[in-house]
């Protein structure tokens, strides 16, 4: 399901049904001049007793009709087949409703009664207009300060120092995307991670914020990747709804040209070898961060070195699909690396954001933080 229909659809169910019979009455009020306007095509000469009968029935059969395509689609056929009931035998009530005369007073009966339908109809649909306008509108207030919040929080990464280049950036499926890119100097390390929360929205991007808090904090008064996973795993198990997890891939590099590595129920960590020129996974298999709260991540250490490339990645990345249902999988992203390891970390990024784009449409949030050795 598109993005666009899953939001009508959610609109609809969500809906008030205080606000949904205010819809329903203009819809009511808008279609019964329908059948006051019949009487128009007979001459005025249409008892008044019809023409009541008509007038409601118009109404009537527009909700039947509204309501079916909003709500209850499988119902169709039994609106048409009333409908065309009716008209039916409209026919044969119609002979003995006929009045051969037209009153003087049903001009300006007519006239009146179309003038208070018309007003009916516009009354309600105001009402709905404006009792669902307001809320939306203060909702699409909160939703772009909530974006302007999300690009503070996670923006484009471009780092050049002495030892490395440092290229992130994050394209959320949404305003608000549950995706983190961060690189952050502390003591002289450098710490690089990747974090994708479970769902979209405004949680999911709340949830990450503080999840950035957390990492900042811990590294405060403390350099080690474990402690930070531990720790803000510790403060997060109780700070979140059920359902709400975090997967996370973190890579410190030490001054002693080591680096510690772990892996929190995400994808692995690529790292390019420069000096065997060779490509492989880093990868520890570990539960998401706020699961489980006493739970004890691991790292592992390894050395790198000039020249060496480390990749972190969301699913978004991967699991793009072609016309033949294929995702774009790891293995392709693991070719492009190793066949443009000469390029800087912001151009390989763009290849990537390219061939993936070509490949299929995005479905979820897209990130990537590339790192290179000097």
């Known amino acids: 399901m598109s993005k666009k229909k899953y939001y009508i659809k959610e609109f609809w169910k969500n809906l008030p049904i205080k606000s949904y019979i205010k819809l329903l009455l203009a819809i009511f009020f808008i279609f019964s001049i329908i059948g006051l306007a019949t009487d128009i095509f007979e001459g005025f000469k249409q008892s008044y007793n019809f023409l009541f009968i008509n007038i409601i029935f118009s109404g009537f059969i527009g909700v039947f009709y509204a309501h079916t395509f909003i709500k209850q689609k499988v119902f169709l056929p039994i609106a048409i087949l009333f409908h065309l009931s009716y008209i039916y035998y409209q026919s044969e009530f119609k002979v003995n409703s006929i009045l051969n005369t037209v009153p003087d007073e049903k001009y300006f009966l007519f006239g009146l009664i179309l003038v208070i339908l018309i007003m009916l109809a516009y009354v309600f649909l105001m009402i709905f207009i404006t009792g669902e306008g307001i809320p939306h509108i203060k909702l699409r207030t909160e939703m772009e300060l909530a974006k302007e919040m999300h690009e503070v929080l996670v923006p484009e990464i471009k780092i050049e120092s002495n030892d490395f280049l440092i290229y992130g950036k994050s394209i959320p499926i949404s305003e608000v995307g549950g995706d983190l890119v961060d690189a952050y100097f502390s003591d002289g390390n450098l710490l690089c991670y990747i974090a994708d929360v479970s769902g ?12 950035k808090s957390s990492v900042h904090t811990v590294l405060l008064n403390n350099n080690s990747l474990v402690n930070v996973f531990n720790n803000s795993n510790k403060a997060l198990s109780n700070l ?49 961060i706020s699961v489980k709260s006493d739970f004890c991540f691991k790292s592992e250490n390894i050395t790198y070195n000039s020249g060496d490339i480390f990749i972190l990645i969301s699913d978004g990345i991967i699991e793009v699909f072609n016309q033949k249902n294929v995702d774009f999988g790891l293995s392709r992203i693991m070719e492009l690396i190793k066949n443009y390891t000469t390029k800087s970390p912001e151009e390989l990024s763009s290849i990537i954001f390219e061939e993936i784009s070509k490949y299929g449409k995005q479905i979820d949030d897209q990130s990537l933080l590339i790192i290179k050795c000097k």
């Open 200 to 211: 979209h929205g405004v949680s999911s991007g709340l949830f990450m914020g503080m999840f």
């Open 240 to 288: 979140k709804k059920q359902n709400l997890f975090l997967t996370a891939a973190g890579i410190m590099f030490k001054k002693d040209k080591t680096a510690e590595y772990s892996i929190a129920g995400h994808l692995p960590i690529i790292h390019f070898n420069h000096s065997g020129n060779e490509i492989k996974q880093l990868l520890n298999k570990q539960i998401p």
